[in-house]
């Protein structure tokens, strides 16, 4: 399959606006969100534990993808995470992207349509509201 002429037309996904895939600088910003939250919640409950950093951090991610669509720091940026499938993006589909997400490579590896790895496994898009 040849690569996308703009990122999400693959999927059917507009060029620009909303529902078009979330652009690297929204997502970036919206995983530093993420992250500085679960830090501060380790520092606090935890004495700044590394390894409680990132639990609580894929903690975040499956709790809040299914129930407000999307993680607390991407929804301050203005996304969401939706199924591809259609619906609701249900349960598995947050555990999964998140373990993912935790262990960092899937999410350094994207193709044409700017999904990473993690992302195309559990048949998820991160768009624009």
Same mark, same amino acid.
Do not use: C
């Given at each position: 399959?040849?690569?996308?002429?703009?990122?999400?037309?693959?999927?059917?996904?507009?060029?620009?606006?909303? &529902? &078009?895939?979330?652009?690297?600088?929204?997502?970036?910003?919206?995983?530093?969100?993420?992250?500085?939250?679960?830090?501060?919640?380790?520092?606090?409950?935890?004495?700044?534990?590394?390894?409680?950093?990132? !639990? !609580?951090?894929?903690?975040?991610? !499956?709790?809040?993808?299914?129930?407000?669509?999307?993680?607390?720091?991407?929804?301050?940026?203005?996304?969401?995470?939706? &199924?591809?499938?259609?619906?609701?993006?249900?349960?598995?589909?947050?555990?999964?992207?998140?373990?993912?997400?935790?262990?960092?490579?899937?999410?350094?590896?994207?193709?044409?349509?700017?999904?990473?790895?993690?992302?195309?496994?559990?048949?998820?898009?991160?768009?624009?509201?």
């Amino acid at each position: 399959m040849p690569p996308s002429k703009w990122p999400g037309e693959r999927l059917g996904l507009p060029q620009h606006g909303p &529902s &078009s895939i979330g652009r690297p600088g929204r997502r970036i910003l919206g995983f530093a969100i993420d992250w500085a939250i679960a830090i501060a919640v380790s520092a606090i409950f935890f004495n700044y534990d590394p390894a409680a950093n990132l !639990i !609580i951090f894929v903690i975040l991610q !499956i709790v809040f993808i299914p129930t407000i669509g999307a993680s607390i720091g991407h929804r301050l940026v203005g996304l969401r995470l939706i &199924s591809l499938h259609g619906g609701w993006i249900g349960l598995w589909r947050p555990v999964v992207r998140s373990l993912l997400l935790g262990i960092a490579l899937p999410a350094l590896v994207w193709d044409s349509d700017q999904r990473g790895f993690h992302d195309k496994i559990a048949g998820t898009a991160l768009i624009r509201q």
